[in-house]
Every structure is written in structure tokens, then in C-alpha cells.
């Protein structure tokens, strides 16, 4: 994902990030600047979203389970609200957060610098998921998959809908 430069949470290094994803294979695609449905068919069919800190990323939802999400964060301005979805699809759920200590503050505010140590182990973790059994797939959390594959699988056919109602008003 990219966001557009004149935004307070954009990436600072976004030039340089641009060429060193080129080298993993990925699009940029500023999902804002797409109709609704585009954006739905864009998620639907990625295997790895990336980008900085957004709403944008609660397209994650449409995202085939068990894909993978990066989410880049300022230290200044961290919110994990997208986890949870992520958690409950069993999506691949990566954080990276700037560099910031007392003697080397964070000096970009609430823009994004992305930084390549940690967006290179992000990366490196695109290896197939391993699946947890035995005790530790608790009968809570699996209650709580069904629930939101459930609603993953009913957003689908109202996002199917929406496409087919579009289409047909467009052959009018």
C-alpha cells in the first residue's frame, strides 16, 4: 500500500522502500485511490499487504485467511487495531515500529521511517505459517475463528453483491 506523500503518517523513505520491495516482487497500489469495489478486489486477492500505519488496513478482512499483514508504525503513533482482525483470520500479523531511544531520538513526529533491518526479517517470514494443535488451540479461540470466518464468508457475498449490482447499473 502506499499513501500519498502529503499525508502526517506517510513514509519518509518511501523511495527507497519502493526499490528495495521491488527486489520481493511487490505492487504499489495507493488502495485510497481506488473505487470500493477495486479496493475490496485488490485485498481479496493479495497474499501480502504492507505499508504504513491506516484504515486501509482493515481490508485485511477481505484477504484469504492465513495471509500475510505489515504494518509499519512511528514510535509516536502506534495502534493495533487491526491485530485482532488479523489474529481471528490467522493472518501472519507483522509490526515494525521506528527506531527511537534516548540517544538516537525518533525524529519524523507521527510520518513513518521504515526501518530495513526490521523490514527485511518481516520479509523473511513470508515461509508458510506454522499451525498450532494439541492444548494450545483452545476451544475460546476456536469458537471465536468460526465467528469471524463466519463473517469473512458473508462480507465476501455482500462484496460480491455490491459488484454485481454495479455491473448491472453500469450495462444500463
Known sequence: MARPRNRERGLVNSEEVDSFL????FTRLDIGGLPLLQQIAAARDADVIAGPHGSAFLHCMYM???STVIEIFS???LNGYSFEICR?????YVM????NAPHWPYRYGKAVHVPYSQLRLALELLSPPQRVTGRAANLSSTFWIHVVRAIHV???KISSF???MHRRNYRR
Open 22 to 25: 521491488d527486489g520481493y516482487g
Open 64 to 66: 484469504k485467511p492465513e
Open 75 to 77: 514510535p509516536n503513533y
Open 88 to 92: 481471528v483470520l490467522r493472518h501472519r
Open 96 to 99: 515494525i515500529v521506528g527506531d
Open 154 to 156: 458473508i462480507a465476501q
Open 162 to 164: 455490491v459488484i454485481n
